[in-house]
C-alpha cells in the first residue's frame, strides 16, 4: 500500500503538491499554522489562483484530501514551510522549519520519512533537522528517515512545472531516496535525480544563483552601453547569434522569494568565495534605483519636476502573476523614500487590495493621473492596452511596448 503523506505549509508549493499527490491516490493530509487558510480549503476555497489549480483542487477533494492545523500521523512527511532570510547575516532563518519538525517528529511513525521541500542552504538539514531527530532517537525510540527534495516550481506555469521538470532528491541512503521517488513519480513525468542530502541542498541554491548572474549580466551591460552611447536590447540581440552566446532580458531588477533570496544563502555562508554571486546580487538590487536615476534625467530633460505625475505601472515581481514579494517596484518605492521622493503612484491590474500609499485601481484613472509613467512589469493587459499611453513620457524599463514611443532602460 502507498504511504499516507502529510504535506506540512499550504503556500504556494505545499497546496499544489498535496493536491496533486491526493489527486493521484495519495492519502494527503495539508497541515498549517494558519486557520483562516485551513478553514477556507475546508470549505473548498482556494487560498491562491493559479492556472488549473481550481481543477486540480476539485479533483483533490473528490479524492478525500483532508486539512487540518495539526500534523498527523503519517508514513511520509513532506515539509514546505518559509525559509526566510536574515536581511543582515545573509543567512537562513530557519524557525519555521525547526518548528514544524518538530511537531512532526511528536506525532510521526517508526519508520516514517520527513522530506524537506523549502529551499535551504546546504548543510541546514545536518546542522539543525539532524540533531532533533537523534534526539527523538534518543528520547522516543523512534526511526525516522530524512531527505530533501527542493521544489522546482515557478509561479505562473506552476502546475505544468510541477508535472514535467526533472526533480532532485536527496537522500541518506537510496532505499529512502527509492521510497521518496516512488511517491513523486505518481504525479512527476520529468526525471528524478537521486543524491546526496546536500548535494540536493547546494543544487538548488546553485540553479537560482545560476539565474541571478546572468540576469546581472544583461542588467550590466545596460549600464555599460548607456555610458558608450550604444543601444543594449540591439547590442544583446545581435550577440546572441552567436550558436552559444544567450545572453537574458536586461530589467527593473529582480523580485521573487527564490532569485533574489536564495544567492545570498551562498554569500552568508561562504564570504569571500561567493564573489561572482555577491556581484550579481549587488548589480540586481541596484536597478529600481537605476530606473528612478533614469527617470530623473529624462524628467530633467523634458523640463518635468512634479513626482505627483509621475506613475509606477506594476507592483508584482514579474508578469501575470498576482505576488508582489521582493517586487522591484517595492523596491523602487523603498529608494525612493530614502531619498525623500515622496508621491509617486501605483498600479498593478493584479494587486487588488491596497498595498502602497498612492495606489490606483483603475488604468484609465492612473493614465489620467500620470504624465510620466514608468513600466515596471509588462502585463499582458498594458501590451494589449499600450495605445492608451499614446502622448505620455513612458519609461519601458521591459522593452515591451512596441506600438508607442518610449524611454527604455
Ligand atoms: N528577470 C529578468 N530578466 C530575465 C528573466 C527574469 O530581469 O531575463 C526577473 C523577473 O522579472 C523577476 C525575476 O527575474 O523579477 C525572477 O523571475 P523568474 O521568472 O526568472 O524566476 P522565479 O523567481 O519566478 O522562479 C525561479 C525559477 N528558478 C530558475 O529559473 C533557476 C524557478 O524554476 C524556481 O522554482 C523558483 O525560482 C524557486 O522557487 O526557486
Redesign the pocket.
Known amino acids: 500500500m502507498c504511504d499516507s503523506v502529510c504535506v506540512v505549509g499550504m503556500g504556494f508549493?505545499g497546496l499544489p503538491t498535496a493536491l496533486m499527490l491526493a489527486a493521484n491516490g495519495v492519502d494527503v493530509t495539508g497541515v498549517d499554522i494558519d486557520i483562516v487558510k485551513i478553514t477556507s480549503l475546508k470549505k473548498g476555497l482556494l487560498t491562491f489562483s493559479e492556472s488549473g489549480m481550481k481543477e486540480l483542487f476539485e479533483r483533490a477533494m473528490d479524492a478525500g484530501i483532508r486539512f487540518g492545523s495539526k500534523q498527523i500521523s503519517a508514513d511520509m512527511y513532506i515539509i514546505s514551510v518559509p525559509t526566510p532570510f536574515d536581511k543582515h547575516s545573509k543567512k537562513v532563518d530557519a524557525c519555521y522549519l525547526i518548528g514544524s519538525v518538530k511537531e512532526t517528529i511528536k506525532v510521526c511513525k517508526e519508520n516514517s520519512v520527513i522530506v524537506i521541500e523549502s529551499?535551504i542552504p546546504p548543510g541546514t538539514i545536518d546542522k539543525y533537522i539532524r540533531p532533533l531527530v537523534r534526539e527523538n532517537i534518543d528520547v522516543l525510540g523512534k526511526t525516522i528517515d530524512l531527505a530533501h527534495a527542493?521544489?522546482?516550481?515557478?509561479?505562473?506555469v506552476m502546475l505544468n512545472?510541477l508535472v514535467n521538470?526533472d526533480r532532485v532528491i536527496g537522500a541518506d541512503d537510496i532505499a529512502v531516496g527509492m521510497r521518496v521517488k516512488s511517491i513523486y513519480s505518481l504525479f512527476c513525468n520529468g526525471e528524478i535525480e537521486l543524491t546526496d542530502i546536500r548535494t540536493a541542498e547546494m543544487s538548488?541554491v546553485v540553479?537560482?544563483a545560476?539565474?541571478d548572474v546572468?540576469?546581472a549580466f544583461?542588467?550590466e551591460l545596460v549600464k555599460i552601453c548607456a555610458e558608450a552611447g550604444i543601444d543594449p536590447y540591439n547590442l544583446i540581440r545581435i550577440a546572441n547569434k552567436h550558436p552559444r552566446v544567450n545572453i537574458?532580458?536586461?530589467?527593473?531588477?529582480?523580485?521573487?522569494?527564490?532569485?533574489?533570496v536564495?544567492p545570498w544563502f551562498l554569500v552568508g555562508d561562504y564570504p569571500g568565495l561567493a564573489n561572482l554571486i555577491l556581484s550579481a546580487r549587488k548589480i540586481?538590487d541596484s536597478m529600481p534605483a537605476y530606473v528612478l536615476e533614469r527617470t530623473a534625467m529624462i524628467m530633467a530633460e523634458k523640463g518635468i519636476r512634479d513626482i505627483s505625475r509621475v506613475g509606477v505601472y506594476g507592483l508584482t515581481?514579474?508578469?501575470d502573476?498576482a505576488d508582489i514579494r521582493e517586487?522591484?517596484s517595492l523596491q523602487l518605492l523603498e529608494w525612493s523614500s530614502k531619498y525623500l521622493a515622496y508621491g509617486l503612484h501605483f498600479y498593478d491590474p493584479l494587486v487588488t487590495s491596497c498595498v502602497v500609499e498612492g495606489q490606483f485601481f483603475d488604468l484609465d484613472e492612473f493614465i489620467d493621473a500620470s504624465d510620466v509613467i514608468i513600466i515596471m512589469?509588462a502585463h499582458k493587459e498594458i501590451i494589449i492596452d499600450q495605445l492608451k499611453l499614446a502622448g505620455k513620457i513612458v519609461i519601458d524599463t521591459?522593452a515591451a511596448l512596441k506600438d508607442i514611443s518610449t524611454y527604455t532602460l
Open positions: 508549493i529551499t527542493p521544489e522546482r516550481i515557478m509561479p505562473g512545472e521538470n538548488k540553479e537560482n545560476y539565474r546572468n540576469i544583461a542588467n537574458l532580458n536586461p530589467g527593473p531588477g529582480v523580485g521573487g522569494h527564490c532569485i533574489s536564495d540586481n515581481y514579474k508578469e502573476i517586487s522591484p512589469v521591459k
